[in-house]
T-cell receptor, first 111, second 112 residues
């Protein structure tokens, strides 16, 4: 059974600092997705990572995938308040359409 | 733009009622999903469908069923609502295995 774990669950950061969110998963997969959810809103897609070594960047966020370690990271550079949200990773099982989400990381950026 | 529409934003139902949550997408997507979201538990997959009339159980299917009679519509059915089914329900759809999923706005269901 595919399990997806994120850590930390909650992250309070000062503006301007860097940090990394980790996403581990339990079975073979080379398809991983990152989403953002603002309070009271639905989920919005951030990154799609489809191969080992894939790296995607958008503004202050960079996501990478290591399929051998079954690990993805979401790196935040020089955090700003606007990045405050909950971030989810999701993994598709190898050769199926199932899409399983992690528990989410709630990020709070303060001045 | 992809649009995934859930029929209600808020619903209040009584224990024992049969409840229907509807989801419609306008992008001819093959895959459709139902999740529930609870604080501290993230999104948990209830059911998904990879084609019309095709469905698979997710991680928490007990107490739920689904229907996909047309490609654009995926319904979640609570056969006999219970208070532990009070939650936010999210529908999503996507083209296929290698693509991102798009989410509806969510239905906050309260069972009293």
């Amino acid at each position: 059974e595919l399990k997806v774990e994120q850590n930390p669950l909650f992250l309070s950061m000062q503006e301007g600092k860097n940090y990394t969110i980790y996403c581990n998963y339990s079975t073979t997969s080379d398809r991983l997705y990152w989403y953002r959810q603002d309070p009271g809103k639905s989920l919005e897609s951030l990154f799609v990572l489809l191969s080992n070594g894939a790296v995607k960047q958008e503004g202050r966020l960079m996501a990478s995938l290591d399929t051998k370690a079954r690990l993805s990271t979401l790196h935040i550079t020089a955090a700003v308040h606007d990045l405050s949200a909950t971030y989810f990773c999701a993994v598709s099982s190898y050769n199926t359409d199932k899409l399983i989400f992690g528990t989410g990381t709630r990020l709070q950026v303060f001045p | 733009d992809v649009k995934v529409t859930q029929s209600s934003r808020y619903l209040v139902k009584r224990t024992g009622e049969k409840v229907f949550l509807e989801c419609v997408q306008d992008m001819d997507h093959e895959n459709m999903f139902w999740y529930r979201q609870d604080p501290g538990l993230g999104l948990r997959l209830i059911y998904f469908s990879y084609d019309v009339k095709m469905k698979e159980k997710g991680d928490i299917p007990e107490g739920y069923s689904v229907s996909r009679e047309k490609k654009e519509r995926f319904s979640l059915i609570l056969e006999s609502a219970s208070t532990n089914q009070t939650s936010m329900y999210l529908c999503a759809s996507r083209t296929g295995m290698n693509t991102e999923a798009f989410f509806g706005q969510g239905t906050r269901l309260t069972v009293v």
